[in-house]
């Protein structure tokens, strides 16, 4: 977690090229972000040509604790020429930042006609949003019904 830790990385993961090792050392840097490292992980998913990559850093991206990630990350979810794995790793990402943006979002999803959208709008709906049954539970009962 040292700085010169997260540096180093930073740079190796600029010359990398195997996806695999790049993946893992996304997850390395993941690991008790600051400022600078959350930065880092939002260009790489947003950049990386790898999906593995791109998987990994929104991944990480849920333990940031820095708001500044949920644009990004619903970006990604929303993203129609994104991979859906990634696209689903966004929401699940999102589900670690429980604010009426986030909310919105999953609502709007609930009529996502692609199945596995809906499906994981719902379970993040759940997962970030449970605690608040009155507004979670009719998007809930409205999708028994789907």
């Not at 820095?66 to 979810?77: H, M, P, Q, R, T």
């Amino acid at each position: 977690g040292s700085a010169a830790a997260k540096n180093a990385l930073k740079l190796e993961l600029k010359k990398e090229k195997n996806a695999h090792v790049k993946s893992r050392m996304v997850e390395a840097l993941s690991v008790r972000q600051d400022a600078s490292s959350t930065a880092e992980l939002i260009n790489i998913s947003k950049t990386d040509p790898s999906p593995d990559v791109r998987n990994s850093a929104v991944r990480g991206l849920a333990y940031s604790k820095d708001d500044s990630v949920v644009a990004g990350l619903i970006e990604k979810f929303l993203d129609g020429k994104e991979l859906l794995g990634i696209r689903l790793q966004a929401a699940n990402s999102l589900a670690s930042y429980p604010n009426d943006e986030v909310f919105n979002v999953f609502a709007g999803a609930l009529g996502n006609p692609m199945v596995e959208i809906k499906k994981q709008a719902l379970v993040s709906l759940y997962n970030g949003f449970g605690w608040d049954k009155q507004r979670v539970l009719p998007h809930i009962r409205k999708m028994l019904k789907d």
